[in-house]
């Protein structure tokens, strides 16, 4: 395949996909890593996709896709990820739970450990919580329905997450920059996410790495305010080592 040939299947790929690693890249493009890490960084240069380490994404949306969409935009990260996460919680913990996709898998890692206090805008969630017959105690906030990612939202949601206190909030995030922060691309949703993050003592932002170094439209929380980070590489449990892991993944502002 010739060289040009393959960079405009490459972007292509990214564009299709929103985040795909170099390994799926190589073996699609029948070549080695090497040449495709050669090419995703002349891609970059022109300004046609970004990279993240180990893979590439589309360039910023300014809104998301579909959530049954986005449920299955980078899936084996996302599981991972909420595997890692389920294991910072134990029972007897009160938890936060935003709506996203890879809260949801967090969800159905959680619901196994049992005795869990969940409060949710999200009724996937709620029901995942809810049906492990664990003894889970779940609360699922009322509101505004939305019916693409099936949860609540609007100012009878905020105000009945002011009525509730909890150890933590989970959240997903549509960007994480180190100038600005975890950011969301849904007004209603980023509103959500303040008001749980207001009435909770920790926070932990699970992120795949194509959400490092992107900034979508509304803000969420500066990096200061993060207590942990769970990406598919690990858990980062300082505002500095979140900062790191940034400017290794090309985040970081200049």
């Known amino acids: 395949m010739k060289v040009n040939i393959r960079r405009d299947a490459i972007t292509d790929l990214v564009n299709q996909a929103g985040a795909i690693t170099v390994e799926e890249l190589a073996e699609q493009m029948d070549t080695s890593r090497e040449t495709i890490r050669r090419d995703l960084n002349l891609l970059v240069d022109r300004g046609r996709i970004r990279k993240y380490h180990g893979g590439a994404s589309a360039l910023a949306p300014t809104e998301e896709n579909a959530f049954h969409l986005r449920m299955g935009e980078m899936a084996g990260a996302k599981r991972l990820i909420a595997r890692q996460a389920a294991a910072l919680f134990k029972p007897g913990d009160s938890l936060f739970i935003d709506t996203g996709s890879t809260t949801v898998y967090f969800a159905e890692e959680l619901s196994r450990a049992g005795h869990i206090s969940a409060i949710t805008n ?5 029901r995942l919580m809810h049906g492990a017959k664990n003894a889970n105690q779940v609360f699922l906030i009322g509101g505004e329905y939305a019916g693409d990612a099936s949860e609540t939202v609007g100012q009878l949601a905020l105000s009945q997450i002011a009525q509730f206190h909890a ?28 008001a749980m993050l207001a009435q909770a003592h920790t926070l932990t932002i699970l992120a795949d790495a194509a959400k490092l170094g992107r900034t979508a439209l509304f803000e969420v929380c500066p990096i200061s305010r993060i207590d942990r980070l769970v990406t598919e590489d690990g858990v980062y449990t300082t505002p500095a080592d979140i900062l790191d892991l940034l400017k290794v993944s090309g985040g970081a502002s200049s």
């Open 167 to 194: 150890d933590h909030v989970v959240l997903t995030i549509g960007g994480l920059s180190a100038d600005v922060g975890a950011t969301d691309f849904d007004i209603k949703e980023a509103e959500v996410a303040r």
């Open 122 to 126: 999200s009724t996937a969630i709620a």
